[in-house]
C-alpha cells in the first residue's frame, strides 16, 4: 500500500481543514486507516483510526469532539476533518495503514505516507 497526504496549510486558531489521504493498491479496503501527527521537537503521536469498514473509529483525546475520520474505500482514501483548530494542532500529519484493528501504536503501523503540515496560526 502506498500513501500520499495532502490538504495541509495554513489556517487561523478557530478554523478548520479537512485532510486526505489518497491509497494505492488493491488491499486498501481491508487496512485500518490512522493519522498521526509529529510536532516540532516531539515525538510521532496517535490522532485517529478507523476500521476497514468505517464501523469503527478510535480517538486521541486531543482530537475527541473536534476531528472526525472517516474513509471512502471506493475512492481509497481516507479523510481526516478537523475543526475548531488550536495552534497545539500544528505539526506535520501522517497517514498510516495496517492488517489489523486496535493499535494507537507508531511502530505497529507498516505502510506510511509522506505527511502534510497543518500550521495554526493565533
Known amino acids: 500500500v502506498q500513501l500520499q497526504a495532502f490538504g495541509g496549510g495554513l489556517v487561523q486558531a478557530g478554523g478548520s481543514l479537512r485532510l486526505s489521504c489518497a491509497a494505492s493498491g488493491r488491499t486498501f479496503s481491508s487496512r485500518v486507516m490512522g493519522w498521526f501527527r509529529q510536532a516540532p521537537g516531539k515525538e510521532r503521536e496517535f490522532v485517529a483510526a478507523?476500521?476497514?469498514?468505517?464501523?469503527?473509529?478510535d480517538y486521541a483525546d486531543s482530537a475527541k469532539g473536534r476531528f472526525t475520520i472517516s474513509r471512502d474505500n471506493a475512492k481509497n482514501t481516507v479523510y481526516l476533518q478537523m475543526n475548531s483548530l488550536k495552534p497545539e494542532d500544528t505539526a506535520v500529519y501522517y497517514c498510516?495503514?495496517?492488517?489489523?484493528?486496535?493499535?494507537?501504536?507508531?511502530?505497529?503501523?507498516?505502510?506510511w505516507g509522506q505527511g502534510t503540515e497543518v500550521t495554526v496560526s493565533s
Open positions: 478507523i476500521s476497514w469498514n468505517g464501523g469503527s473509529t
Open positions: 498510516a495503514a495496517r492488517p489489523g484493528w486496535g493499535s494507537r501504536v507508531v511502530s505497529e503501523y507498516a505502510y
